[in-house]
């Protein structure tokens, strides 16, 4: 079960938005070599977002384990866009377990965004592209 702000949801959580803020918010997984999260924001009207409207980024990993859940891991706490090197892609390491990662903001106005990836499970054939 994951609590987002503004519901729960029972399995993988999909994309909470703030509604008519104006914001849009980007999140990529690089899967490659090494697996790389990137975000980040711009305004819906063209103009430079100011980082100053964020107060707090929280990304996370989430690892299912046997029985369903899923481990979650804060990877990184930050106040505007960025990036995180997760490390090796699961698929050279033979890791067979499923993943996905997910995106908390925090905008200086006390309102909050979740963004989650897709879930992607990696077994020992995988070949990263």
Not at 109 to 125: G, I, L, P, V
Request: net charge neutral; charged share 20%; aromatic share 16%.
């Amino acid at each position: 079960m994951f609590i987002t702000p503004t519901e729960s949801k029972a399995g993988i959580p999909g994309v909470v938005e703030r509604l008519n803020s104006g914001i849009e918010t980007y999140f990529e997984v690089h899967d490659g070599f090494n697996l790389d999260l990137i975000w980040w924001f711009s305004l819906v009207n063209g103009s430079t977002f100011p980082a100053s409207y964020v107060k707090l980024v929280e990304v996370f990993e989430h690892k299912k384990i046997p029985g369903g859940a899923y481990k979650s891991n804060l990877r990184k706490q930050v106040r505007s866009n960025g990036s995180v090197r997760i490390g090796l892609s699961p698929s050279l390491t033979f890791d067979i377990s499923c993943y996905f990662y997910s995106l908390n903001v925090t905008f200086v106005d006390s309102t909050y965004a979740f963004y989650s990836t897709d879930e992607k499970c990696y077994n020992r054939t995988d070949v990263t592209k």
